[in-house]
């Protein structure tokens, strides 16, 4: 089945995007990558050094979309030099915007991601900005530029699944922008639930790296966001109050 994402100019196959933190050791990545399928992989630029003999990019392989992320941005200011300095990296010119001064719940600053995405996207950055999912505040994302919107199921970390499912339905149902369920995600199942409702993708970390055996479960978000997606392209059936049998009850003691 043919089923392509389009963002930024790059066609996707998979619809699961991965991280690269919380890991035992850097060396699974490559593995969780071809376990997974998935195509793009955020890395904060924090962590990425050259200088390292272990320097985690070197950990990925080369057909694979970077996603460098602003982790530890606090302003839209910080946030643009975050990205300006990913770039001259060599990582590229998608960026995830992540902006966050709450340090208990790591929630973004809508505001302050919708200033960075503004003129990031001016600058020709393909723009995924991580958000609460707030209907207002992902449509001036889209004016400002983003590529797609990234709206929180839960709290980063947190693998808490889908507190914001209804928030998020209704992102889903009035934006014609991609909708990346991003944090939160801990079961496969609440993957696959996400994509039913009819999300562009996930991006999910945590779940797959503290894990016990972290390939299989890559394997097993790559099985349920397939299964979604296709759920969600076949189209549910309807949920009704009461039951709905599904023969005829009249006639059989003729």
Do not use: C
Not at 58 to 86: D, F, Y
Not at 231 to 241: C, I, K
Request: charged residues 20%; without cysteine; negative net charge.
């Amino acid at each position: 089945m043919q089923d392509p994402l389009m963002i930024g100019g790059v066609t996707l196959t998979s619809r699961l995007f991965i991280g690269t933190g919380k890991y035992s050791r850097n060396t699974l990545i490559p593995e969780v990558i071809t376990r997974s399928g998935s195509q793009v992989i955020t890395v904060a630029l924090r962590r990425v050094d050259p200088e390292s003999s272990d320097n985690i990019v070197s950990h990925i392989p080369s057909h694979m979309t970077l996603l460098p992320n602003t982790s530890g941005a606090r302003t839209a200011e910080e946030a643009v030099r975050i990205a300006r300095l990913a770039r001259s990296a060599g990582l590229g010119n998608w960026v995830k915007i992540e902006v966050i001064n709450d340090q208990k719940y790591l929630l973004p600053d809508n505001m302050e991601t919708i200033r960075a995405t503004e003129i990031l996207a001016a600058e020709g950055f393909v723009v995924l900005p991580y958000m609460s999912p707030d209907l207002s505040a992902a449509l001036r994302l889209k004016a400002a530029g983003a590529a797609a919107v990234m709206p929180l199921g839960a709290p980063i970390g947190s693998n808490r699944g889908l507190q914001t499912k209804e928030l998020i339905r209704i992102l889903i149902s009035e934006m014609d922008l991609p909708v990346i369920v991003d944090a939160g995600i801990g079961r496969p199942s609440e993957a696959a639930e996400a994509m039913e409702m009819g999300a562009a993708a996930v991006l999910l970390n945590t779940a797959i790296a503290t894990a016990s055996d972290p390939l299989l479960m890559a394997e097993a978000f790559r099985e349920a966001v397939s299964a979604g997606r296709k759920a969600y392209l076949a189209g549910l059936g309807p949920v009704e109050e009461t039951a709905a049998a599904s023969s005829p009850l009249t006639g059989f003691l003729a």
